[in-house]
T-cell receptor, first 114, second 113 residues
Framework: DGGITQSPKYLFRKEGQNVTLSCEQNLNHDAMYWYRQDPGQGLRLIYYSQIVNDFQKGDIAEGYSVSREKKESFPLTVTSAQKNPTAFYLC?????????????FGSGTRLTVV | LAKTTQPISMDSYEGQEVNITCSHNNIATNDYITWYQQFPSQGPRFIIQGYKTKVTNEVASLFIPADRKSSTLSLPRVSLSDTAVYYCLVGDIAHSSASKIIFGSGTRLSIRP
């Protein structure tokens, strides 16, 4: 079945560490996105990529970095510069086709600073 | 940006019809209206999308008046498993920059027995 796989499901980070969240899709979608969700809040856009080897900052990109070397993969690194990284992170993808259904989301990674 | 306004929370009972309204006064000509459902600790999932009039699928109906400045998601005969957060998105997801598609706080729907 086609879909988006995020790993790990739970991740613990020590102060000062960089951690990388994985996102892989087999939907052949061109665009991929990273969102952050805090408890009781909506989704905020971190980074997005509409084509391989290109990506743009979203609303809250500070302290995060991404790469898009393959169409299928869009990993997110949470750097030590991100002062409050504890949150639920969601990866999504979409096709550029108006007959599509918008975003397909992964099941999320819950990151906790310990 | 097509800002949306929807109720923060709603309560209902099993077997009832639930209608959630979303206001989007500055919707653009090319914008679609898309609703997502999110359960705790899961990613949102697509429910329904429309441009005008009425759209129905096996899960819900979407009513859009002629001026398109609002839309109503209708869930028939809800069950406890419909307890979730519902997001209304307005935009041309296929062609717009993702920075123009805004997920607000959504509507937290609670269904009681």
């Amino acid at each position: 079945d086609g879909g988006i796989t995020q790993s790990p499901k739970y991740l613990f980070r020590k102060e000062g560490q960089n951690v990388t969240l994985s996102c892989e899709q087999n939907l052949n979608h061109d665009a991929m996105y990273w969102y952050r969700q805090d408890p009781g809040q909506g989704l905020r856009l971190i980074y997005y990529s509409q084509i391989v080897n290109d990506f743009q900052k979203g609303d809250i990109a500070e302290g995060y970095s991404v790469s898009r070397e393959k169409k299928e993969s869009f990993p997110l690194t949470v750097t030590s510069a991100q002062k409050n990284p504890t949150a639920f992170y969601l990866c999504a993808s979409s096709s550029g086709d108006t007959s599509g259904y918008g975003y397909t989301f992964g099941s999320g990674t819950r990151l906790t600073v310990v | 940006l097509a800002k949306t306004t929807q109720p923060i929370s709603m309560d209902s009972y099993e077997g009832q019809e639930v209608n959630i309204t979303c206001s989007h006064n500055n919707i653009a000509t090319n914008d679609y209206i898309t609703w997502y459902q999110q359960f705790p600790s899961q990613g949102p999932r697509f429910i329904i999308q429309g441009y005008k009039t009425k759209v129905t699928n096996e899960v819900a109906s979407l009513f859009i008046p002629a001026d398109r400045k609002s839309s109503t998601l209708s869930l028939p005969r809800v069950s406890l498993s419909d307890t979730a957060v519902y997001y209304c998105l307005v935009g041309d997801i296929a062609h717009s920059s993702a920075s123009k598609i805004i997920f607000g706080s959504g509507t937290r729907l609670s269904i009681r027995p």
